[in-house]
């Protein structure tokens, strides 16, 4: 599957603690707004037009922003974050919360003073101008009061947005969790499934050829084998097309063996989907599907084809066989978990960004066709963008 690194930070953000994802976000936008403002209060005083004010240099406005503005309301900010989360307010508790709002805006007032009245002295030693004398803490406190109390109440407003889009998010994403969680499940369970109906239906195979020919059954037992050691080297969903072309490959040598001149086998595969994801062990209920319903079924000699080609974004996959679409019902319910389990499998891995139809090609020929999202592996999409890169063409001068 491809990532971008957008899309393994999402991960790795995602992968937190709730406790901690929420501090680094909530830490992150107070900075952010903050700075912001801190950077537009810094250039209007750098270009006061007042020209009885002492004009002040832009790194001088800023570190003075820095000091009164920044270095206290994100402080402030984060202390009205965990207010609204701890106090919400119900029909119940509406009194009880109005009381605890308004002492946590006396605070903030409170410390807004203090803050300014201990830094009045620093600032009145930095500037050689001071913009105004360090006023004493209760002028601070009665301008606090004055001028602060809209503004807190207004901030307090836009964190307890802020705590209900978080709650929000952490909903969501809890959900999605569980779904993701839920589709592992329900795929573990179906792989589960399908490797012992395939293993079923091959020693079958087997058991019916140890009576009529026992150098083949052996020649087929050694191909299982070599086959189930390559599927159990394959635990995820997902493989490259080259692995599975190579696993129903084996699968389709252990039927030759058992159908003889009665089965062949013919490939088309584009070279440049080799590399691309599909489900593991989905060719083989495909190929599976053809054999008994379009070969099994003939005296006369048939023809399984398997064809692999690309879209711009679709990977196709189509198996065809001599026998006829027109039994798609019997094909659908008539072939044990092999469609149905291919149908579920894909419904979970890509949702509804997926398709499987049985129809009838031009050669009169019963196709099995699967389009699924082309999706290749971390390291080969890297691989495919550095050949790129490679083989773009150079800009002359």
């Given at each position: 599957?491809?990532?971008?690194?957008?899309g393994?930070?999402?991960?790795?953000?995602s992968?937190?603690?709730?406790a901690?994802?929420?501090m680094?976000?909530?830490v992150?936008?107070?900075?952010?707004?903050?700075t912001?403002?801190g950077?537009v209060?810094?250039?209007e005083?750098?270009?006061?037009?007042?020209a009885?004010?002492p004009?002040?240099?832009?790194?001088?406005?800023?570190?003075?922003?820095?000091?009164?503005?920044?270095?206290?309301?994100?402080?402030?900010?984060?202390?009205l974050?965990?207010?609204?989360r701890r106090?919400?307010p119900?029909r119940?508790?509406?009194?009880a919360?109005?009381?605890?709002?308004?002492?946590a805006?006396?605070?903030?007032?409170?410390?807004h003073?203090?803050?300014f009245?201990?830094?009045g002295?620093?600032?009145?030693?930095?500037?050689?101008?001071?913009i105004?004398?360090?006023?004493?803490?209760?002028?601070?406190l009665?301008?606090?009061?004055?001028?602060?109390?809209?503004?807190t109440l207004?901030?307090l407003?836009v964190?307890?947005?802020?705590v209900?889009?978080?709650?929000?998010?952490?909903?969501r994403l809890?959900?999605?969790?569980l779904?993701?969680?839920?589709?592992?499940?329900r795929?573990?369970?179906?792989?589960?499934?399908?490797?012992?109906h395939f293993?079923f239906n091959?020693l079958?195979?087997?058991?019916?050829?140890?009576?009529i020919?026992?150098?083949?059954?052996?020649r087929?037992l050694?191909?299982?084998s070599?086959?189930?050691?390559?599927?159990?080297?394959?635990?995820g969903?997902?493989?490259a097309?080259r692995?599975?072309?190579?696993?129903?490959?084996?699968?389709?040598?252990?039927?030759?063996?058992?159908?003889?001149?009665?089965?062949?086998?013919?490939?088309?595969?584009?070279p440049?989907c080799?590399h691309?994801?599909?489900?593991?062990?989905?060719?083989?209920?495909?190929?599976e599907?053809a054999?008994v319903?379009?070969?099994?079924?003939?005296?006369?000699?048939?023809?399984?084809?398997?064809?692999?080609?690309?879209?711009?974004?679709t990977?196709?996959?189509?198996?065809?066989?001599?026998?006829?679409?027109a039994?798609?019902p019997?094909?659908d319910t008539?072939?044990?978990?092999?469609?149905?389990?291919?149908?579920?499998?894909?419904?979970?891995?890509?949702?509804?960004?997926w398709?499987?139809?049985?129809?009838?090609g031009d050669?009169a020929?019963?196709?099995?066709?699967?389009?699924?999202p082309?999706?290749f592996?971390?390291?080969?999409d890297l691989?495919?963008?550095?050949?790129?890169?490679l083989h773009?063409p150079?800009a002359t001068p």
């Open positions: 599957m491809s990532a971008t690194p957008a393994v930070g999402r991960r790795y953000f992968g937190l603690r709730g901690t994802r929420r680094l976000a909530t992150a936008a107070a900075t952010i707004l903050w912001v403002y950077l209060y810094a250039d005083l750098a270009l006061l037009p007042d009885s004010d004009r002040l240099t832009w790194p001088q406005a800023f570190a003075y922003t820095f000091v009164t503005l920044l270095a206290c309301w994100i402080p402030i900010t984060l202390f974050v965990a207010v609204a106090v919400v119900s119940r508790t509406l009194g919360s109005a009381v605890k709002l308004a002492a805006v006396v605070v903030v007032l409170v410390l003073a203090a803050y009245a201990a830094i002295p620093w600032l009145d030693a930095w500037a050689p101008d001071p105004e004398p360090a006023p004493s803490f209760a002028t601070q009665a301008r606090s009061f004055r001028f602060n109390v809209v503004r207004m901030l407003a964190c307890y947005a802020w209900r889009m978080q709650n929000t998010f952490e909903n809890r959900i999605a969790e779904e993701s969680g839920l589709s592992r499940a795929l573990d369970t179906l792989s589960a499934q399908l490797n012992p293993l091959a079958n195979s087997i058991a019916e050829l140890i009576h020919d026992q150098d083949a059954a052996d087929m050694v191909a299982l070599a086959l189930l050691r390559r599927s159990l080297a394959s635990p969903h997902e493989v097309v692995d599975e072309v190579a696993l129903v490959g084996q699968y389709l040598s252990i039927e030759q063996i058992r159908l003889g001149d009665r089965l062949g086998v013919r490939w088309a595969v584009d440049d080799l691309a994801l599909v489900p593991t062990l989905m060719l083989q209920p495909l190929a599907n054999i319903h379009g070969i099994a079924r003939r005296r006369a000699p048939g023809v399984v084809e398997i064809a692999i080609r690309r879209t711009r974004a990977l196709v996959v189509e198996v065809s066989d001599d026998g006829s679409a039994d798609a019997q094909r008539g072939s044990g978990i092999g469609l149905a389990n291919t149908r579920s499998r894909l419904r979970c891995l890509y949702g509804d960004r398709s499987l139809t049985l129809h009838t050669d020929r019963s196709v099995v066709r699967v389009e699924l082309l999706r592996s971390m390291a080969q691989a495919a963008r550095a050949v790129s890169q773009a150079v």
